[in-house]
């Protein structure tokens, strides 16, 4: 039985990590803030797949639940053998309109919590192989402010030290889907309405899609056919066009203000 540790487990896309791990017989660490959700999930996984499912609350925009998270995975008595970097948020509002402690949250939980889970995650998985896969999003092709610039370090981050590893059994994968059907547009309030429905994707199927690029020893993987597109045209068009387009897309419900 392996053991995966997987950030942002409760909602979303993490929740969608947890089930299929499960499902695949993985024994779990689930980590998050909502203690009381993280042992609800973590029962239901147990009672429905008979894995080991273990929480590790804990606020990764902290020193305090970024440490408590790497002591985990860094523990010889406990080996993690996949770690899924999810946790996330966005923030509605242009540049400016954004309050700066919000930004820097943002920097901490999406820069720097992934930045120091992965290495705690790799250093004991030299000894015997493991994958980290760090999730990212198609807004790393596209400029978008601190949340496009945070997942496009998390694009560049993993593929580099994917290929500084390779050879030496420790996978890395950064994922970037799409508009994914999640609790994240409703958490930072984004009135999405007007958002084409071809354009969503569903969580379940973003999981099983990266999980087989992982086994298909990609550095970056970017499930489903449209967004491969949306992806490979934004190589080629001009940066500034490339801005208003996810500028209109992206923050058309104006800024958030008052908080
Ligand atoms: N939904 C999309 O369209 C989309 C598209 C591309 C990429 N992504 C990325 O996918 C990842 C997951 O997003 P999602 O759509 O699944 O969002 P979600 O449904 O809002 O889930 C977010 C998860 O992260 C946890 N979380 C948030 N802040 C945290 C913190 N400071 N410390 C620890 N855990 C925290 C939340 O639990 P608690 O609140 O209990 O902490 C929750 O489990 C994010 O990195 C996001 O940027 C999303």
């Known amino acids: 039985m392996t053991t995966a540790l ?3 487990a409760t909602a979303g896309i993490g929740a969608a990590f947890a089930r299929r791990l499960a499902r ?18 973590a029962a239901e996984l147990h009672d429905r797949h008979g894995i080991e ?6 606020d990764l925009s902290t020193d305090e639940g970024i440490g408590a998270v790497e002591k985990r995975l860094s523990d010889p ?23 700066l402690a919000d930004e820097l949250r943002m920097l901490k939980v ?20 493991g994958a980290v896969i760090n999730v990212s999003s198609v807004a790393a092709f596209f400029p978008r402010g601190t949340y496009s610039a945070s997942k496009s370090w998390v694009v560049q981050f993993t593929a580099g030290a994917a290929r500084d590893l390779a050879g030496s059994g420790v996978r890395l994968m950064a994922l970037c889907p799409g508009f994914v ?16 429905g071809w354009m969503w994707l569903e969580a379940d199927r973003v999981v099983d899609a990266g999980l087989k690029d992982l086994d298909r020893g990609k550095f970056v993987s970017v499930p489903d056919p449209r967004y ?11 940066r500034n066009s490339l801005a208003s387009l996810s500028s209109r897309v992206g923050r058309r419900n104006g800024p958030k203000r008052g908080r």
Do not use: W, Y
């Open 6 to 8: 997987v950030t942002g």
């Open 24 to 41: 695949d017989r993985h024994d779990l660490v689930l980590v998050a803030r909502d203690a009381d959700r993280l042992r609800r999930q």
């Open 53 to 58: 499912a273990s929480v590790l609350p804990a």
């Open 77 to 99: 008595e406990h080996r993690v053998d996949l770690l899924v970097n999810n946790a996330g948020f966005g923030l509605k509002g242009a540049f400016l309109d954004v309050p």
């Open 110 to 129: 999406h820069c720097e919590a992934v930045l120091r889970l992965t290495s705690a995650a790799v250093e004991p998985m030299k000894e015997r192989g």
């Open 181 to 196: 059907r999640t609790e994240f547009h409703q958490r930072a309030s984004m009135d999405m309405e007007s958002l084409p």
């Open 228 to 238: 491969k597109m949306i992806t490979g045209t934004s190589r080629l068009a001009p």
